[in-house]
């Protein structure tokens, strides 16, 4: 093993030329659409569930939620079993707080939707609801399959369990109890 200094590559190539061959790279690397990978479960991971870019009608309900729950200033007191939160130590917290800091972003949400639904997903055991966000991705792209969620703040499984059933999951039992005596 040989190591090369860095100045070595600098003579060869300047900062200009170093760009247009990372940018050649780029644009023609084809790694990103699952060639080259071997695994075959990989492969079809990459191509139908990251490289889906398609749009059912559940990611606008999903996103409906989110807006509205941004927007909401009631606060609440959280019972928080896990770490609590880095953003906010109090215990009062308002639900537009929550939404904007504890939620997953929304390509995380399409990304659990799209995993759910792709698969097959039989039966989930979803655990730390908060509002209910990720809950409804899951369940929307499951109908008719068993979602099980715990939560355990009372106000928070109150909240998602409205907010799932508002937004047409059936399918979903929301657990308010503390995760080891639900497991």
């Known amino acids: 093993n040989t190591l090369i200094p860095v100045h070595y590559f600098c003579s060869l190539y300047n900062l200009f030329t170093l760009s ?3 940018l050649k790279y780029f644009l023609t690397a084809s790694n990103g659409k699952g060639h080259g990978v071997h695994s075959p ?10 490289n889906d870019k398609s749009h059912p009608p559940a990611f606008d309900k999903i996103e409906a939620l989110r807006t509205a729950l941004l927007k909401q200033e009631e606060k609440i007191t959280v019972e928080d079993f896990g770490a609590g939160s880095a953003i906010d ?7 537009s707080d929550i939404a904007r800091h504890a939620a ?3 390509k995380f949400g399409r990304l659990l939707y799209r995993i759910t639904e792709h698969y097959q997903v039989t039966n989930v055991l979803e655990l730390g609801t908060s509002l209910g966000i990720s809950t409804l991705a899951i369940a929307l792209a499951a109908p008719g399959r068993r979602v099980v969620t715990v939560e355990g703040c009372p106000q928070l499984s109150e909240i998602a369990r409205t907010n799932v059933k508002r ?3 059936q399918n979903v039992t929301v ?3 503390e995760f ?3 497991l």
Not at 89 to 95: G, H, T, Y
């Open 175 to 177: 657990m308010n109890m």
């Open 41 to 50: 479960f990989v492969f079809d991971f990459v191509i139908n569930v990251l």
């Open 20 to 22: 247009v061959k990372y």
């Open 180 to 182: 080891t005596a639900a």
């Open 167 to 169: 937004h047409g999951a």
């Open 89 to 95: 130590p109090s215990r009062e917290r308002k639900i």
């Open 104 to 106: 997953k972003p929304p």
